[in-house]
């Protein structure tokens, strides 16, 4: 059992308000957009506590993104922080056509048709440039119009026409989005745009690859093949079809992201909940890091205080276990990007000081049955660190990441430090739970090598001191991959 001493022990209280620390366990994922754009914008955000940035392919231009991304590498060296960018790709965004004036009001139980006629759309029919929702269609269906405030029930549908009834009508634009609950659609997650970005994205050297609209375990393999380990791959799971391929979609991805608007709109909005915590459960199983996003201070684009329920969600996202919380809009197009990053930090930094909340890490603890060794030197580093005395880190060794995965799974409430000799491993662990990435290029002859290097890493930077502890994981023999059978104590004279 961890004491409450220890856990408390990361954080300073000065007559009773927390003083945030640099760090938290669990990682900050901010949207950049026009709110957010400039150098001194985004050195706030990553001085209000953002550890990640997203680059939102549905919006801007390639140009505008090269150089976002050349401002976030000119700060992460001058920070001296690693920062973990993802290219989020806009996946097969369904939309209408246009309306020839720009918008209109259906209501209720009215007749409104969707067909491939291209000319504007009046109040009568609308352009529904998709033929793979037209062969996926049937009558009986219903279809979502602009995050589901409009409903559409078809009556009759062909390839190319669907005459639908209007049961719940409102007002309707140029270019709204189309759902269809419940269908998985003839149609990869990868579209030609997505491509393009894709090998831009690449080029410009991103570290994760945010895959849209992920609806099958195929179409992750798809997607990692076109990547070719150039970066890593979050799968978003916005469709219900992907729920029922989770296990093999986890599997194959390098992190999952639960993307609630889409998932909200595809799914009774109140399985959202109960399907967060299966995806978040899951991920824990078998070791990979998972986002939590959508309208987390949804409020904050426009005030700058969020609602007790806003709150609440975030706390619940890190009471749950989630590696990162994701802010969209809030950091991207609204009023108080930085205050929102940090409400986000003040909300981890309570949760993480409370006791229940590595007692809840400890009790959620999912184990494989297959465990290999990596797996348990993994578990029990974890649970020394919960009885040694004076233990402040522990130090994991990784080529690949994948031990770093392993070791923050078991969420210990101490930090690990990753310690890689890849540069866009230490950048992409940026977004994993409780990691602080460090480069360590050295070639170790001996384990005593190995121990000096570990103990340099967590003195220097400030995690320990003398009369303390650190644990290091690695894999013997030394300096080779994918070989972690080995945890070694140090006391710090």
Not at 238 to 243: D, G, L, V
Not at 397 to 424: M, N, Q, V
Request: proline share 5%; net charge neutral.
């Amino acid at each position: 059992m961890y004491s409450k001493a220890k856990i408390l022990s990361q954080n300073l209280k000065l007559n009773g308000v927390f003083i945030m620390p640099i760090d938290t366990h669990t990682k900050i994922l901010a949207t950049i957009g026009p709110s957010s754009s400039t150098k001194e914008q985004i050195a706030k955000l990553i001085d209000a506590g953002a550890d990640a940035f997203r680059v939102n392919f549905s919006h801007g231009t390639h140009e505008e993104h090269k150089e976002r991304i050349k401002i976030i590498r000119q700060l992460e060296k001058e920070k001296g922080k690693f920062i973990s960018i993802l290219a989020d790709l806009q996946g097969p965004k369904l939309r209408v056509g246009e309306f020839a004036d720009n918008k209109v009001f259906l209501k209720e139980g009215q007749t409104f048709v969707l067909d491939m006629d291209p000319k504007p759309g009046d109040d009568k029919r609308v352009c529904l440039p998709h033929k793979e929702i037209f062969a996926a269609l049937k009558p009986g269906d219903d279809l979502l119009v602009n995050d589901g405030y409009i409903v559409l029930h078809v009556e009759s549908c062909d390839k190319s026409k669907a005459v639908t009834t209007v049961k719940v009508g409102g007002e309707i634009s140029s270019h709204k989005g189309v759902n269809l609950p419940n269908t998985q659609l003839p149609i990869s997650a990868i579209t030609k745009k997505d491509r393009e970005d894709l090998k831009f994205a690449l080029k410009v050297g991103v570290d994760w690859i945010g895959l849209s609209f992920v609806q099958t375990a195929d179409d992750v393999r798809e997607a990692k093949k076109l990547i070719d380990g150039k970066a890593w791959l979050i799968s978003k799971l916005e469709k219900p079809s992907a729920i029922d391929e989770l296990d093999d979609i986890i599997q194959l991805s390098d992190a999952i992201m639960v993307a609630r608007g889409d998932l909200g709109v595809e799914c009774p909005i109140q399985t959202v909940p109960v399907m967060q915590k299966r995806i978040v459960s899951c991920c824990r199983k078998h070791a990979t890091p998972v986002i939590i996003a959508t309208q987390m201070l949804e409020s904050m684009i426009n005030n700058p205080n969020p609602t007790r329920a806003e709150v609440s969600d975030v706390a619940t996202a890190v009471y749950d276990g989630a590696d990162t919380v994701m802010l969209s809009a809030e950091t991207a197009a609204g009023k108080y990007p930085v205050e929102a990053v940090n409400m986000m930090h003040k909300i981890i930094v309570q949760v993480e000081n409370d006791p229940l909340f590595f007692e809840m890490m400890r009790n959620s603890r999912k184990i494989p049955h297959d465990a290999t060794e990596a797996d348990s030197i993994s578990f029990a580093a974890s649970e020394l660190s919960g009885v040694l005395n004076n233990v402040k880190a522990i130090v994991s060794y990784t080529s690949s990441g994948r031990t770093t995965f392993l070791t923050a799974r078991e969420r210990p409430y101490l930090p690990i430090l990753a310690l890689t000799p890849d540069l866009e491993v230490a950048r992409r662990l940026a977004l994993v739970w409780g990691v602080r990435p460090f480069i360590n290029k050295e070639s170790f002859k001996s384990f005593d090598k190995v121990e000096v290097s570990a103990v340099k890493v967590a003195k220097t930077n400030g995690y320990v001191k003398s009369g303390e502890h650190i644990i290091i994981t690695a894999g013997f023999p030394l300096n080779t991959k994918g070989r972690t059978n080995m945890i070694h104590t140090v006391y710090i004279e």
